[in-house]
T-cell receptor, first 112, second 113 residues
Framework: AQTVTQSQPEMSVQEAETVTLSCTYDTSENNYYLFWYKQPPSRQMILVIRQEAYKQQNATENRFSVNFQKAAKSFSLKISDSQLGDTAMYFC?????????FGQGTRLTINP | DVKVTQSSRYLVKRTGEKVFLECVQDMDHENMFWYRQDPGLGLRLIYFSYDVKMKEKGDIPEGYSVSREKKERFSLILESASTNQTSMYLCATHDSSRGNTIYFGEGSWLTVV
């Protein structure tokens, strides 16, 4: 069964700092997709970044980048030059052939 | 724009009541999912469906059932609601033809008293 683990329940950094959120997953599938979603207080889920497992190159979206280590089944999210608006819950997600599974979430607070 | 609609945003039900949570999507997505979200536990998969009349158990199916009679509608059913089912329920759809995009509803807050 696929599982996704986020080992950091909460993190807090100062504005403009860089922060890395960790995510590990377990699967026997070879083709899958990984996602990071952001959930602000409004509760609406917002896609941050997406990675296809068959791509070796790490995905990047502006200030957001991932470190995808397929052999280690690790998918961490790096936020550079953090902003107050980055404060939210962040969820790591795995999509295999059928299931779409999420981690427990990391509550990130950016302090002014 | 793809839309995923959860018709009931806030519900209060009594213990033992039968509860229906509806999720409707306006695109032709095969895959639909129901989750519950609880603090510290993240989003836990209850049931999912990859086609009409097809359903698969997720990680926490006990106490729930689902129905998918039409492609656009995926219903979550609590046969006899209990207080430990008080939670936020989130519906999602997945489209593999558009870069594996996931679409979410706005969530349904259920309180069982």
């Amino acid at each position: 069964a696929q599982t996704v683990t986020q080992s950091q329940p909460e993190m807090s950094v100062q504005e403009a700092e860089t922060v890395t959120l960790s995510c590990t997953y377990d699967t026997s599938e070879n083709n899958y997709y990984l996602f990071w979603y952001k959930q602000p207080p409004s509760r609406q889920m917002i896609l941050v970044i997406r990675q296809e497992a068959y791509k070796q190159q790490n995905a990047t979206e502006n200030r957001f980048s991932v470190n995808f280590q397929k052999a280690a089944k690790s998918f961490s999210l790096k936020i550079s030059d953090s902003q107050l608006g980055d404060t939210a819950m962040y969820f790591c997600a795995f999509k295999g052939a059928q299931k779409l599974v999420f981690g427990q979430g990391t509550r990130l607070t950016i302090n002014p | 724009d793809v839309k995923v609609t959860q018709s009931s945003r806030y519900l209060v039900k009594r213990t033992g009541e039968k509860v229906f949570l509806e999720c409707v999507q306006d695109m032709d997505h095969e895959n639909m999912f129901w989750y519950r979200q609880d603090p510290g536990l993240g989003l836990r998969l209850i049931y999912f469906s990859y086609d009409v009349k097809m359903k698969e158990k997720g990680d926490i199916p006990e106490g729930y059932s689902v129905s998918r009679e039409k492609k656009e509608r995926f219903s979550l059913i609590l046969e006899s609601a209990s207080t430990n089912q008080t939670s936020m329920y989130l519906c999602a759809t997945h489209d593999s033809s558009r870069g594996n995009t996931i679409y979410f509803g706005e969530g349904s807050w259920l309180t069982v008293v």
